[in-house]
């Protein structure tokens, strides 16, 4: 993983939402018309605490005790057993729309470009535009969709477009132009459709809610790694450990004379009922209880890690409906790009390309589509050893039943918008909706606002 040259308004964005994502903490200050995050101030109850600090928490649950969980999540994985999911991967930075996929056949190309341009040659044609090239580093993203695999949105925006990493992020996480929003769209989806008593039906694998599952109603989840799904007690080893921690648990389920007992029991209870739903997914050495069913790359940081222990949870049919996770790095490159990019890109993609293969030898695949986004693109002229903020980025949608074909054209240099930047030529909110009716097969009208400017859906799902 490369570490980017991020402008201070990403760095910003940073700071606040991770003041946002702990609840009942005050929010650092920010600038004016600064949006806040979805799912600001939403209820969070911490399940499974390590020493280590790592943390299972369901959010948006006050109402419902959670030791009716348990009950939930297997009510829920009965009923709809081969229920559609998306996982939801963000490239945070905004990624350089015109480096991912370079359009080296174009006349202006090179003069916007004069050192970052990427040679002809040296990455794979795109089939489906013969201007455009993939990155080097893009092969596995190139490979699937030579399989048909990929649907491609090589200009996909909105107008007005907005440069600012943390506004424009928030119009993606909650699905309209509009910074006031505090629940995302997978949220809303989930709310419509959900279940109360399965917290697993948003599932972010991170280390805080992410935005766009924020609901206004029903329970999400945050995982911070799947390495440390493990409980810890002081002064215990093995083989003393589990006996007494099943022990715990079981002094849960009894009745309390008072209300600090039922308090302290519930507790045990509910860490009980998670451990068990999680613990076999541990990554650790001693407690690991599956297998990938393919080979996942060692490097990426956490990342490859949380896809592989996604798959094994989809395939234990844990009900999982949304997942959403971030990507290797960031890609606010505004210098030292060719190197940055190169190496997240690569590393990211090759985790993807190894969690698809897995979903498919699982016979998981049919079910699954991958969502590949960033808050934006990058400016078509080069700033030297990098590029500065943009408008119109690319956007992938990934899996077997993805109808494999590019949605709006590539708009060409000739042409750039009033501030110089690559129009779009397709807007994300369109494929949000064509998401929701194509693969959930959920009206889009109440989930996202003005969804009836899109009356003519993109075809995102094979038919």
């Known amino acids: ?19 946002a994502a702990v609840a009942g ?16 101030g939403l209820d969070r109850r911490t399940f499974l605490l390590r020493s280590t600090g ?20 297997a009510q829920a994985a009965a009923e709809a057993p081969a229920q559609p999911v998306l996982v939801s991967i963000f490239m945070e930075g905004g990624w350089d729309a015109l480096s991912v996929l370079a359009p080296v056949g174009d006349a202006r190309y090179r003069t916007l470009r004069p050192t970052l341009a990427l040679p002809d040659g040296s990455g794979q044609a795109f089939g489906e535009d013969s201007r455009l090239m993939w990155h080097p580093q893009a092969s596995a993203l190139a490979t699937l969709h030579e399989e048909k695999k ?31 929003t505090r629940s995302g769209w997978m949220g809303r989806l989930l709310d419509a459709t959900g279940q109360a008593g399965n917290p697993l039906q948003g599932l972010s694998l991170d280390y805080s809610l992410a935005p766009a599952l924020a609901t206004t109603r029903m329970p999400v989840a945050a995982v911070s790694s799947p390495a440390d799904y493990d409980m810890w007690a002081y002064g215990l080893n093995e083989p003393l450990t589990a006996p007494a921690l099943r022990a715990f648990g079981e002094l849960g389920a009894l009745h309390a004379p008072s209300p600090a007992y039922a ?22 050495q001693e407690k690991s209880t599956y297998t990938p069913a393919v080979p996942y790359p060692a490097a990426g940081g956490e990342f490859p890690a949380r896809l592989a222990a996604l798959a094994a949870m989809l395939d234990a049919g844990l ?46 695949a049919d079910r699954v589509l991958i969502q590949l986004w960033s808050e934006f693109g990058r400016r078509p002229q080069e700033n030297g050893s990098g590029t ?70 993109p075809q995102l799902i094979k038919s």
Not at 331 to 358: I, M
Not at 412 to 426: A, H, R, Y
């Open 388 to 457: 500065d903020h943009g408008a119109a980025g690319v956007a992938f949608l990934i899996g077997t039943q993805a109808a494999g074909q590019m949605i709006g054209e590539f708009p060409g240099l000739s042409k750039l918008d009033e501030n110089d930047n690559l129009v779009n030529t397709s807007d994300f909110r369109a494929m949000y909706c064509a998401l929701l009716e194509q693969w959930f097969q959920t009206e889009a009208e109440p989930i996202i606002p003005e969804a009836a400017l899109f009356k003519e859906l």
């Open 25 to 40: 903490r005050g929010l650092p200050k920010i600038e004016p018309g600064m949006p806040l995050p979805a799912g600001t």
């Open 263 to 284: 308090q302290a029991r519930g507790a045990a209870l509910d860490t009980s009922i998670v451990l068990n739903q999680m613990a076999a997914f541990a990554q650790s």
């Open 150 to 180: 990929v649907t491609v949105f090589p200009a996909v925006g909105y107008d007005p477009p907005d440069e600012s990493h943390f506004t424009s992020r928030h119009y993606w996480e909650v699905g309209e132009l509009n910074t006031q």
């Open 1 to 19: 993983m490369a570490k980017s040259c991020s402008c201070n308004d990403f760095n910003r964005a940073q700071l606040l939402r991770r003041g």
């Open 54 to 73: 790592a943390a299972l928490s369901v959010y948006g649950a006050s109402m419902l005790s959670p030791r009716h969980f348990e009950e939930g999540i």
């Open 319 to 364: 009900p999982i409906k949304c997942a959403s996770l971030t990507a290797v790095g960031s890609y606010d490159t505004h210098s030292d790009e060719q190197e940055t990019l190169s190496t997240n890109l690569g590393e990211t993609l090759a985790a993807v390309l190894a969690f698809q293969r897995d979903l498919e030898q699982r016979g998981l």
